[in-house]
């Protein structure tokens, strides 16, 4: 398969796989790569905060794909304890071939969750370290175990990786601490996947980009809702100059199938990879750091409490 020209067509049987996705609202990134997923034959669980949001998801996914097999999680990323009772719940899915850490939120007001965290370092890697280290004796059961970290062009913004204490108090710049969240998805997926090779363990982690795509997530971000005349102007302009959802899907769906080595970064393979189809892609430099690598790690374990792998 040559990977400068990866398409959706290139990711085969998936039948007898199991897939978590976490984020799946309809018609965002998350629910287009789930979708793909089922289209293709695994088995998918959709993991969310809002019940009804995920049986949205898992009855559309259900009206295209008739013979998909969809279970859903209740899941939010920023409390610590509601992650580790959707891993709990996750049990009962058996051994799961593939992770993909999707959901997020961007640029969000201020605000300090039930754990002391502020939310988008909660919501965008505490969570998503928290479950990864929960389902990972899932994902070695599989024999073949893959997690995919969605990142951000914005991690590039970042001026140093976030390895402070995260319940002290400091200024607040949204964006400056959604581009950290950002850089820290990679950060954690190169520490991953190396703590992985070291143990010896058939699981192997990736990260990916979506460019800029057509979603709510900045609506959302900024006005806290995607309702209003506020929010369908936002959302109109954001969507005219972006690339649909189900593309910006692609990335991710490249390195959750495609026959990849662990710590490959896939973005867009058009201009500023803003759009386009798929491709290896390279990140900024801080995001190499294995100093950083190792103390976002180590501050990781120490604040969700968890020791791992």
Do not use: C
């Amino acid at each position: 398969m040559s990977t400068t020209a990866w398409t959706t067509d290139d990711i085969g049987d998936l039948g007898g796989r199991t897939a978590v996705v976490t984020g799946p609202t309809l018609g965002g990134l998350g629910f287009h790569t789930a979708l793909e997923l089922a289209r293709h034959g695994a088995r998918v669980a959709l993991a969310g905060r809002t019940p009804s949001k995920l049986e949205a998801a898992a009855d559309a996914i259900g009206a295209e794909v008739p013979d998909a097999s969809v279970d859903t999680l209740v899941l939010d990323l920023a409390d610590l304890a509601s992650v580790r009772a959707a891993a709990e719940a996750a049990g009962e899915l058996g051994p799961i071939h593939l992770l993909v850490n999707n959901a997020g939120i961007m640029a969000s007001p201020f605000h300090r969750t039930v754990d002391g965290l502020e939310s988008q370092m909660a919501t965008n890697h505490f969570g998503p370290f928290l479950l990864t280290g929960l389902l990972l004796d899932q994902l070695v059961a599989s024999g073949e175990g893959r997690v995919v970290t969605l990142s951000s062009q914005m991690h590039r913004v970042a001026r140093s990786a976030p390895l402070g204490d995260p319940r002290s108090r400091r200024r607040y710049r949204r964006w400056m601490v959604y581009s950290q969240t950002k850089l820290a998805n990679l950060i954690f997926t190169f520490e991953l996947d190396r703590r992985l090779r070291r143990a010896g363990l058939p699981v192997i982690a990736l990260a990916a980009h979506p460019g800029l795509a057509g979603t709510h997530l900045a609506v959302n971000g900024q006005l806290g809702s995607t309702e209003g005349r506020r929010a369908a102007i936002l959302d109109a302009a954001v969507k005219a100059v972006a690339q649909t959802a189900a593309a910006g899907a692609w990335p991710v769906l490249m390195a959750a199938t495609a026959d990849l080595p662990g710590g490959t970064y896939v973005g867009p393979g058009g201009p500023g990879q803003a759009s386009g189809r798929p491709r290896i892609v390279g990140t900024a430099p801080l995001a190499r750091d294995e100093m950083a690598q190792r103390r976002l790690w180590e501050t990781s374990e120490a604040t969700v409490g968890l020791s791992w792998p």
